[in-house]
């Protein structure tokens, strides 16, 4: 089908540009009810996106318009040290699809790739999994046809955790191993626990503290704090302390949006390599969600992703009742010479 809309008109996606942002929440909001599983978009969470980005990281947010209407929107993700542009958002309406606007947005993100001196593209596209439902073909296929190509990195495990039908505090949570002790937190992490968890997640617990990095850490911690913040969430941690050092040995988090009660995201967990073998994992999920719950009582579908390679955390989410729903897989492609 080539009716491509000849009036495309691509345009910046501001915060403060209520009546674009207006018809933007309306196209995301179509897609919810014509797409995968996921929580509706949270109006005030999207807003805030286009305020506050993750650390080390710039966004570059467009929409296309056709007849005065926003039919698409484009997000480019471009972090810090590296020569790629991630595609987090190239969404086209449902009811204007296999029209050309697909290809116009990702024509639109070479050239702005090309503009902030990236080399190539990335993008996730959702699979199905052998025992999930099956998924909409059309996304990789999309990706094949601009060129893009499968990337080597592991593709990740969405699942889903369904509190009416899996109770995994049935048994309460276990016993804390001599040795270490649990703290608890909310969205903003306490001083002393703000290098070590900038730590954990930056090297997911296998490098070793450099005291002449700790300022660097801090401010990742603190920029992902302020991110979270921006965007109206609220978080809710457990950490686990190695009593003889003092130090914080692992973490979990739980985050939600303003507009979403009944929908929670399990975010990082880690444990640091000297401290695994221990159930330090299950532990600390289990007894956050508690924490979640004491305080968040209308949670009841959380959604997790990780790696496929990393079995162990997999493992531990099966033993909660997590549930695998589908794959998300990385693809890749040169933004080659100027179109």
Not at 1 to 12: A, K
Request: aromatic share 6%; proline share 8%; with cysteine.
């Amino acid at each position: 089908m080539n009716d491509t809309p000849r009036d495309l008109e691509f345009v910046p996606l501001a915060a403060n540009d209520d009546e674009t942002v207006g018809q933007w929440l309306d196209l995301l909001a179509d897609l919810a009810e014509a797409g995968p599983l996921s929580a509706p978009p949270c109006n005030v969470d999207m807003v805030g996106s286009l305020r506050c980005a993750p650390p080390a990281t710039t966004l570059d947010d467009w929409v296309v318009r056709s007849a005065g209407r926003v039919v698409g929107a484009l997000r480019l993700a471009l972090p810090d040290g590296t020569p790629t542009a991630r595609v987090d958002q190239l969404l086209v309406h449902p009811g204007l699809r296999r029209r050309g606007i697909g290809r116009a947005l990702h024509g639109h993100a070479r050239q702005l790739a090309r503009k902030h001196g990236r080399s190539a593209l990335t993008a996730t596209v959702v699979e199905s999994l052998p025992s999930g439902p099956p998924q909409d073909p059309g996304p990789a296929a999309f990706a094949a046809a601009t060129g893009a190509t499968r990337s080597d990195v592991p593709a990740g495990v969405h699942q889903w955790l369904d509190l009416d039908r899996h109770d995994p505090l049935a048994d309460g949570v276990p016993a804390t191993p001599a040795g270490y002790s649990l703290v608890t937190w909310g969205t903003i992490t306490p001083d002393e626990y703000a290098v070590p968890v900038s730590e954990l997640e930056l090297s997911l617990g296998d490098a070793p503290v450099d005291q002449a990095e700790q300022e660097v850490r801090v401010s990742y911690a603190r920029q992902f704090e302020t991110m979270r913040v921006g965007r109206g969430r609220r978080a809710h941690h457990t950490g686990v302390v190695h009593e003889a050092s003092g130090r914080l040995a692992g973490y979990t988090s739980v985050s939600k949006t303003t507009g979403n009660p009944a929908y929670a995201l399990q975010g990082m967990t880690v444990v640091h390599r000297e401290h695994r073998g221990h159930g330090l994992g299950l532990l600390l999920k289990l007894a956050n969600l508690e924490h979640v719950l004491r305080h968040e009582p209308a949670v009841r579908l959380l959604e997790t992703a990780n790696a496929e390679d990393n079995h162990p955390m997999i493992a531990v989410n099966a033993a909660m009742g997590f549930e695998p729903y589908d794959r998300w897989v990385f693809w890749r492609s040169s933004v080659g010479p100027s179109d």
